[in-house]
């Protein structure tokens, strides 16, 4: 009786035992997760440029020969950080690049007085150490027992290219990292180091220990290619925030086969505005943005011929006119750089009457249709920028960068603009000049993405031009998206004469223009009047143009928009093969309805284990209980 008890007992608490044990090492190895999240560290490696010739534990010896005789010392370089999320309001978990990159070159510019009154006392990091087998030293003697399980061939100068400073025990925050004065000018008695760049860092997640590169400001080395984006009317405005995709030229294997080209993985820095060839991204979010300075640096790429293809624009610059823009026509190799321009359609342009001839420092008023109050607007980042703002201070707006006036932020409705006050030497226009605005604070004119042209006339009027010539651009693309620039349309150019397009003829032969890999070409050094394009050559895999393109030539066409000219997508036809005929009976069986067939790896399987299990384990316990009551 009482073994019964015991056994029933056990058969209870077992069960109770096992949960609870389940349920504690659950909770204890939960917390202990936890607890680690809030414990981050940082790792800052930098590379080591150059070993000083003059120090007798050193010379200028080849990498290759081992250093034997030789101490090694780190160059002791320390960083001052701080905690600036709180301060700023700033989000860990959400901080974009740009907000990174506008606060580096923020602190980078400003004392460590400056920044302790901002933030508090900044805290130092130790001194940097050598890099050796992933462990970390104040100085190495290779010569030393603690080596000498080291294999010759490591105990070079070329096996100690990095040093290392640690940063322990941070919170999750946002952190601002900047080498001290006194830091580079210690290196700088042993080295020649380069200076680090001060750098921002969100630290959360999972991952404890941080990687942040310091970058330097060396020049780009060969293995890296270089893109640079600027504006098309002014080079000296860089464009940052631009995304690009990278794509490499194929390997051929038929070199009669057509040319194919591959997207490139690629993956971010945690700091700085560079780019690494990356094979293990295969997520295909490769987008690349431009830097502050207009550049996007991709390292470490094998060789081979590269293109950058735009993807995203910026405000101010419409995608109908920039997406798609590339390089594949003039690919780059490896050490070479590459600009490409982005076209932004000014919301005004000044200029004198009957030529090209641009003005700045001319101020106009912008008024809501209907109405004689001023906007107020306030000065933007680029020359000829103005940001409207209910709370702005400016109202009379001035004419920059070539003659132009950028409107941003505008909201949708109808507008004017008025002169306010010509430039010396002109008349001053007393029209009004109409535009709209849509949901997308683009500028409309004519309901057309355009710009207002508004001519000045000289005081002294100038005599006209003998034979004025004059141009106009064009872009090619596909009609249903705009992003696609189309290469290889080739045009005829006619003109207007006695009521009938006639062929243009230079020299006695047809002009003809033809799209580049941008969709962009332009007919030059035309005499005035009204011409039309003809389509005599489309994409391959395209209709035909519904119409003729036309337009007019005078002396400010060239500061006309650029006219879209769209071709309508035809897919190539698949050709069907012909229909085999079976040389032997063939017996149709349809299909019958039947269950879903258990898979490898399907629940279902374990279910069916663990009850035939049950049933094996009941049946022997039947069976024993029986067996010994006939032996009682």
Do not use: C
Not at 58 to 72: H, R, V, W
Not at 327 to 349: A, E, H
Not at 555 to 572: K, M, R, V
């Amino acid at each position: 009786m009482k073994k019964d008890v015991k056994s029933r007992l056990l058969a209870i608490l077992l069960p109770i035992l096992m949960i609870f044990q389940a349920f504690f090492l659950t909770s204890v190895g939960h917390a202990e997760k936890t607890g680690k999240t809030n414990n981050y560290s940082v790792v800052i490696d930098l590379k080591i440029h150059e070993w000083d010739s003059d120090k007798n534990s050193q010379n200028t010896e080849t990498s290759e020969k081992e250093s034997s005789g030789y101490i090694f010392k780190s160059s002791e370089r320390q960083v001052m950080y701080w905690r600036i999320d709180k301060k700023l309001n700033l989000d860990p978990d959400n901080l974009a690049d740009n907000k990174k990159i506008e606060l580096q070159k923020k602190y980078d510019g400003l004392s460590m007085d400056k920044i302790n009154e901002e933030f508090g006392e900044a805290k130092l990091s130790d001194k940097s150490k050598l890099v050796f087998n992933d462990k970390l030293y104040d100085s190495i003697d290779f010569d030393s027992p603690e080596f000498s399980n080291v294999d010759g061939k490591q105990k070079v100068r070329a096996s100690i290219s990095a040093e290392r400073i640690v940063i322990k025990d941070l919170e999750k925050g946002v952190y601002l990292f900047k080498e001290t004065d006194e830091s580079r000018k210690k290196a700088s008695e042993k080295f020649k180091p380069i200076k680090l760049v001060t750098s921002v860092v969100s630290i959360s997640g999972e991952k404890n220990v941080i990687p942040v590169d310091m970058k330097s400001t060396e020049e780009v080395p060969t293995k890296d290619i270089t893109l640079i984006k600027v504006d098309e009317d002014d080079e000296n405005i860089k464009l940052d925030k631009v995304g690009f995709k990278l794509f490499r030229k194929d390997d051929k294997k038929n070199e009669t086969a057509p040319d194919t080209y591959s997207l490139v993985p690629v993956k971010k820095q945690e700091t700085g505005t560079y780019y690494e060839y990356d094979p293990s991204n295969t997520k295909g979010d490769n987008i690349l943005r431009t830097n502050t300075d207009g550049k996007i640096v991709v390292k470490g790429l094998p060789e081979g011929e590269y293109y950058f293809e735009e993807v995203e624009t910026i405000e101010g610059y419409d995608p109908q006119f920039n997406i798609g823009r590339n390089n594949k026509g003039k690919p780059i190799k490896l050490g070479g750089s590459v600009t490409i321009t982005n076209k932004r359609i000014p919301s005004l342009i000044k200029y004198v009457k009957d030529t090209d001839t641009t003005l700045d420092g001319v101020t106009f008023a912008v008024y809501k249709k209907g109405s004689e109050e001023k906007i107020k607007f306030k000065e933007g980042k680029k020359p000829g920028e103005y940001i409207y703002d209910e709370a702005g201070k400016l109202t009379d707006i001035e004419t920059k960068a070539k003659g132009r006036i950028y409107l941003l932020e505008m909201p949708k409705g109808d507008y004017y603009f008025k002169e306010i006050t010509a430039k010396k030497g002109y008349k001053k226009s007393e029209d009004s000049f109409e535009f709209s605005v849509d949901e997308n604070h683009k500028i409309l004119v004519n309901g057309k993405v355009d710009s207002v042209k508004v001519p000045n006339s000289p005081e002294t009027p100038n005599p006209p031009p003998e034979n004025p010539k004059g141009s106009h651009k064009f872009i090619k693309v596909d009609k249903d998206d705009h992003g696609k620039k189309l290469s290889d349309a080739k045009f005829k150019v006619q003109k207007l004469i006695d009521s009938k397009f006639r062929t243009v003829l230079i020299n006695g032969e047809v002009l003809f223009v033809k799209s580049d890999e941008n969709g962009d070409f332009e007919v030059k050094d035309l005499d005035y009047g009204h011409y039309r394009l003809v389509e005599v050559g489309y994409p391959e895999n395209y209709k035909a143009v519904a119409k003729d393109t036309e337009f007019d030539i005078d002396a400010s066409s060239s500061l006309n928009t650029p006219i879209l000219i769209e071709n309508e997508y035809q897919p190539p036809k698949e050709q069907t093969p012909p229909p085999i005929t079976p040389s032997t009976p063939t017996k149709i069986i349809t299909n019958r309805s039947r269950g879903p067939m258990v898979k490898t790896g399907d629940i279902r399987i374990w279910i069916y284990f663990a009850i035939g299990l049950l049933m094996i384990i009941g049946g022997s316990l039947i069976v024993r209980r029986e067996d010994r009551k006939q032996l009682a």
